[in-house]
């Protein structure tokens, strides 16, 4: 797969703040690609200058293939963003406000007609042309940001934490829709999400502190770096399980054992096979690894970070 | 793109109730002086000078006031209603929107061509249905306008409707929060009235105050409307016998002669100076564009 994003030592800084520090990444094509960081980590800043919105202060960003400072135009061209909150206009109907948006495209009469069929089935807000947006549900105005993101077909697409505060159906609506043009159009997404669950779908991870990568890889190759993993075991007494030497939790009908890696929880099961008769191993989550890189707690939907240090 | 694009912010300022509003309030305020105290004040002050053997008819009388009121009305509503239109520029950047616009390859010229044709086109309809207005009133109390003086009031409002939004587009540029818009609408509604003279004639102004606001284009675009509105009444009142020379007066009083540093304006300057305004303002208004997209990048 060929890179679609290359940034290599990109820096922005806002007076004396620094809010992206020698950054660089590749992304590559049709990849689900999570770029996570508490608040002020820098994510915005890095989205705002791949879109063309801020300028850099120093290093240079590709997308597919053109250079950033050469032809903004045709980046925007190929970028769909779906921005944290709505910015559709209220006050029009949803059909006036894809009507404007698809027009910032050259997407006019026929083209915009059929491409107005297309995503209004794709995203299922066909009965809702004629509401204005503002009186639409949260989830509803939703899924009229993504067909406004998608209305010039984009190589692209940016979601800055689209699925914050929606209910289930819709989140699970939503990711489907992205599944679905991930596969069939190789869509590439560029997430940034509070919700751990979504970025452990990713095929790739980066993980931002104070404009700084902190942490890179592959959900499995970040679990296994930054977390270790988790024996669960069933039907036996404290005393057994203290025997064993190693740190673990008591829940209500079991024991959760933490080891450092697949390996030490083999050993442990071969070395005590009359304790381990009722047992299951998990790896770590994506919270263990973001709070192990970063030190900070994400919470989940409300974008507020906690600081553990 | 353009086209569209106009569409839809003309559409939002028609369906943004708040805003449609707070464009009507000058005009409002305006009428309301006219209807409780006003109207009564000019009255008096056209009869009181007159010689004792000179009664006018009522019907003039209503026609002199009728015209005063007007012209002031129209005068005020074209750059009132022309700013309250154009702070659509200025919401959009508060709340967000114009991230949505400038993620896209649309130019940024595109965008700001499309707020000042928008505001124009609303604030043109606005003021035309207004004129329509204001001349059916005249038409019911005291009509004494020649086709030609209907057709330069028209000319005047589409020269003070492209004299407001110029000159609101400058300003709102440089706006980005609802509490500027606040702020900028609360001045312009309530201040302008006065210094174009809408509120009071600028002749009951101090000298020195008279001769600041000589340096203001939108005071002559007040007095042509003033010109036109009131010519045939006045003419009306010569044929009832009143002296070439209390008419002038009068028109002194009316600020249908304005006066810069002593010396008359007469009606082609006056359109020169609101002309010139208009072709410097939008000049000025695409240079700024230029100058803060050049600083964006």
């Known amino acids: 797969m060929e890179d679609i994003i290359k940034i290599d030592r990109l820096f922005k800084a806002f007076g004396e703040v620094k809010a992206v520090q020698d950054l660089s990444f590749r992304v590559k094509t049709g990849e689900l690609f999570a770029f996570l960081g508490v608040n002020g980590a820098g994510k915005s800043t890095t989205i705002n200058i791949l879109c063309g ?202 024991f959760r054992l933490q080891v450092s890696n697949t390996a030490q929880a083999t050993e442990l099961i071969v070395k005590h096979p009359h304790i381990f008769t009722d047992y299951e191993i998990t790896k770590g989550k994506m919270d263990d690894v973001f709070l192990n890189v970063t030190g900070k707690k994400l919470e989940g939907g409300g974008g507020n970070a906690e600081n553990l240090d | ?146 086709v030609s003086d209907v057709l330069y009031l028209l000319l005047d409002v589409v020269l003070l409707v492209l004299f407001g939004t110029a000159l609101s587009s400058v300003i709102n540029l440089f706006l980005s929060s609802q509490g500027q818009i606040s702020a900028v609408g609360t001045i312009v509604s309530s201040g302008y009235g006065f210094i174009c003279g809408a509120y009071m004639p600028i002749s009951s102004f101090s000298p020195g105050l008279q001769k600041v606001i000589s340096f203001l284009p939108g005071t002559y675009g007040t007095a042509l409307t003033r010109n036109h509105a009131m010519r045939g009444a006045l003419a009306e009142m010569e044929t009832e016998g009143i002296p070439a020379k209390l008419i002038e007066e009068l028109k002194d009083a009316l600020d249908c002669n304005l006066y810069f540093f002593e010396k008359q304006v007469r009606l082609p300057a006056m359109y020169g100076i609101l002309v010139a305004t208009i072709i410097i303002l939008i000049a000025v208004y695409i240079l700024l564009n230029q100058f803060q997209n050049k600083r964006s990048r």
């Open chain 1, 53 to 254: 919105q801020l300028s850099k202060d120093g290093g240079k960003v590709e997308i597919d293939g053109t250079d950033l400072d050469k032809n903004v135009n045709k980046i925007k061209g190929i970028l769909g963003v779906v921005f944290q909150d709505s910015v559709l206009d209220k006050a029009l109907s949803v059909y006036d406000n894809l009507q404007s948006r698809a027009a910032l495209y050259d997407i006019t009469g026929e083209r915009f007609q059929k491409r107005l069929a297309e995503l209004s089935q794709l995203l299922d807000f066909g009965n809702l042309l004629k509401r204005p947006v503002g009186k639409l549900s949260g989830g509803q105005r939703r899924r009229i940001d993504i067909a406004r993101a998608l209305l010039h077909s984009p190589k692209i697409l940016v979601l800055d934490e689209p699925t914050t505060g929606l209910d289930p159906q819709t989140r699970k609506l939503l990711w489907n829709v992205i599944s679905r043009l991930r596969q069939e159009e190789s869509m590439t997404v560029f997430l940034t999400t509070h919700y751990m669950e979504e970025a452990a779908e990713a095929d790739y991870v980066v993980i931002l502190d104070s404009g700084k990568i902190a942490a890179e890889g592959t959900p499995l190759e970040l679990k296994n770096t930054y977390t270790g993993d988790f024996v669960t075991l069933y039907g036996v007494d404290e005393l057994a399980v203290k025997d064993l030497g190693v740190a673990y939790t008591a829940l209500r009908d079991a």
């Open chain 2, 1 to 146: 793109m353009l086209k569209i694009l106009i569409k839809r912010n003309v559409k939002l300022f028609f369906k943004d109730k708040g805003m449609f509003l707070t464009a009507l309030i000058t005009p409002a305020i305006l009428l309301v002086l006219y209807a409780t105290f006003l109207g009564n004040v000019y009255r008096d002050s056209f009869t009181m000078n007159l010689p004792e053997t000179v009664k006018l008819p009522e019907k003039l009388l209503d026609g002199l006031v009728g015209g005063q009121l007007i012209s002031s009305l129209l005068a005020v509503s074209c750059v009132t209603v022309a700013f309250c239109s154009n702070f659509l520029m200025v919401q959009d950047k508060a709340i967000g929107t114009i991230k949505d616009l400038r993620i896209s390859p649309v130019k940024a010229s595109t965008l700001s061509l499309s707020y000042y044709i928008a505001a124009l086109i609303s604030t043109l309809l606005i003021c035309l249905v207004a004129t329509g207005l204001c001349l059916g009133y005249l038409a019911a109390t005291g009509w004494y306008l020649s």
